[in-house]
């Protein structure tokens, strides 16, 4: 905490300063959310997380622009082998995304998400209209709402 204040406070130099995350705080950026992180530990016991454990690192980016939400995660691998599994692993689960027939916010995002291998990197970008994504919120709302309706 302290450090992040000497931050704040101009007393240590920022990320744009800073050789660790060169791509981070660049100006010009529409970014509402940038976030990064290297040396991943997940735990094994946590199933849901397998994919990310090959990663090496890994950065998030989400911004808003020309009437869209724009989303980007960039997961850096030991090497393009582990990256195109990686990749391969995640087009199955976006495939699986888009059968969900029956669920019409989950189709309207695995539609709006493209996965690409980019050498030892792979790339998520979702790239969906601000008033979809609007919708998907009020939606879900609702469906929580219901639900605690129907418990009480």
Do not use: C, Y
Request: hydrophobic share 45%; aromatic share 0%; net charge neutral.
């Amino acid at each position: 905490m302290a450090q992040a204040l000497d931050v704040l406070d101009g007393a240590s130099p920022n990320l744009t300063a800073s050789g660790a995350f060169p791509q981070m705080g660049a100006g010009g950026s529409t970014s509402i959310i940038q976030a990064a992180a290297r040396r991943l530990d997940l735990p094994d016991s946590t199933p849901h997380a397998a994919i990310l454990r090959l990663a090496k690192g890994a950065r998030l980016q989400v911004g808003e622009g020309q009437g869209k939400i724009k989303a980007s995660l960039s997961l850096e691998t030991s090497d393009p082998e582990v990256a195109q599994q990686m990749a391969t692993v995640g087009q199955g689960l976006l495939a699986l995304l888009k059968l969900q027939k029956d669920n019409p916010g989950s189709l309207k995002i695995a539609e709006a998400l493209s996965l690409k291998q980019d050498g030892a990197g792979v790339v998520a970008t979702l790239a969906i209209p601000t008033g979809e994504v609007v919708e998907l919120i009020r939606a879900d709302a609702a469906r929580k709402a219901q639900k605690q309706a129907e418990k009480e």
